[in-house]
């Protein structure tokens, strides 16, 4: 029996299983730290894991066990959250709401295994919007047990940077309200696997796997893929059932991923599509030689994953959760969930729990300029409570005037129903764009017991305001 067909006849896939041999931990220690970020620039001062930008890529088999000892060498307390992993919920990372925040100068073990091969990443959950501008995040590759046949597998870690002309980075702009009710914190400066527009050589014929991950605070990546020709085979981890040709024009929001197999057939790039906008070339992949005479055949599907895929729509527990704010929103009110993780997350304001909803201004006060189900930030008791196996349906109308990224931790969903109507066979993801006026409907089976965050991954959007939790019990 293969293995892939162990785990998924398995129920508790997140428990680590007696047979596992214990790897030894590996260190992820967070610091300060210089990096270069290509350009002229002199050294940037950054947080970094691992002494690197971005920090190292943890590789791990899929169904094996990971063991992570995090050193917290940061003058703020932080903690790791592994983003994508259907994973035990005490690992999960959230501080204030899975695990206390790991102190300056003190360590957390992380452990657990992971289920689901794929392209995942880790960050901070704890000022997140402060700590991952700064420069901590890294993938998590998660490799299949038969991996396709390909040539090289390229992670890119797709990021942006607010730097001054010293090339520092802006700190007078963390915490700005215009950043917070507009499109978040973007950057002026691009890089790819921490280097400014890096060039990559590649051989004619060579069949590349592409892992790009948006680790952006809160910019849209537009991107286009030229001088390659491949499929789609993934996206936030999860392998499509039916591959998906590469379009002209793709769009990763914060906290996406996508994987692309294709074979360099010429001079590539890898582009920033920006509006009309000339193509601006992120990476470029000069041709050096040739792999093989003639490319590989076709592209196959990925092995699946063992994901709960059996929605019971009669049965579904329902919750809708409007997303209101921001600017050009109008005047909203909202209660303030009251949460002790809000102040955690916030810029030490002391975060009164409302009974009754408050004006925009007196929210503003507060530090908030959205919500999300009538709530500003985390409410007190899980807005969402279910039992575990239970199928849980999520419609979110974006009744605000921007793009958000919503994300749900330690499930996969797929999205039901758009704003057109139904929608069949939609790619399991765990964090889905819903532009301005759209609404999402997306469902999931409520596997993972514990409490899980759903919020959006424009972080300054999460830290004012829009982000809750459900418990799976
Ligand atoms: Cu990538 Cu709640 O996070
Ligand atoms: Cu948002």
Known sequence: ??????????????????????????????????????????????????????????????????????????????????????IDNTMDGVSGLTQDPVKPGEDFDYDFVVPD????????????????????????????????????????????????????????????????????????????????????????????????????????????????????????????????????????????????IADVIDEATLDFLQGDAEPYPFVSFPVDGEAREIPLGEVQILPRNPLAEDLSMETAVRAKLALLGGAMGGNITARIGGHPMTAMMGHGKSRKVSAEPLSMRELV???????????????????????????????????????????IHGHHFRLIEDSKGPVSDAPWRDTILIEPRETAKIAFVADNPGDWMIHCHMLEHQVAGMGTWFRVS
Not at 386 to 404: C, D, F, L, Q, S
């Open 117 to 260: 091969a794929g392209t995942y990443w880790y960050h901070p959950h704890n000022r997140s919007w402060e700590q991952m501008a700064r420069g901590l995040s890294g993938a998590l590759i998660v490799e299949e047990t038969e991996p396709p046949e390909v040539d090289r597998d390229l992670v890119l870690v797709v990021d942006d940077w607010r730097l001054g002309e010293d090339g520092q980075i802006g700190e007078e702009s963390f915490g700005s309200m215009q950043d917070w009710s507009h499109g978040g914190r973007r950057g002026n400066w691009p890089t790819v696997n921490g280097t400014y527009r890096p060039v990559m050589a590649v051989k004619r014929h060579e069949r590349l796997r592409l892992r790009i991950i948006n680790t952006c605070n809160a910019t849209l990546m537009p991107l286009g893929l030229t001088g390659m020709e491949g499929k789609i085979v993934a996206f936030d981890g999860q392998p499509l059932a039916a591959l998906q040709d590469i379009p002209a024009r793709f769009v990763l929001g914060p906290g996406q991923r996508v994987d692309i």
């Open 1 to 86: 029996m293969k293995r892939r067909h162990f785990l998924a006849g398995t129920a508790a896939l997140a428990l680590p299983m007696p047979t596992l041999a214990t790897p030894a931990p590996r260190i992820l220690r967070a610091a300060p730290g210089t990096a270069s970020l290509g350009g002229d620039f002199p050294g940037t001062a950054v947080w970094a894991y691992g002494g690197s930008i971005p920090g190292p890529v943890l590789r791990v088999g899929q169904g094996d066990r990971l063991r992570v000892r995090f050193k917290n060498d940061l003058p703020q307390p932080s903690s790791v959250h592994w983003h994508g992993i259907r």
């Open 365 to 407: 006060d507060e530090g908030f300029v959205w919500s999300m189900g009538g709530f500003a930030g985390m409410t007190a008791d899980p807005y969402v409570d279910v039992k575990r196996g239970e199928t849980v349906v999520i419609t979110m109308p974006n009744e605000t005037a921007w793009p958000h990224a919503m994300h």
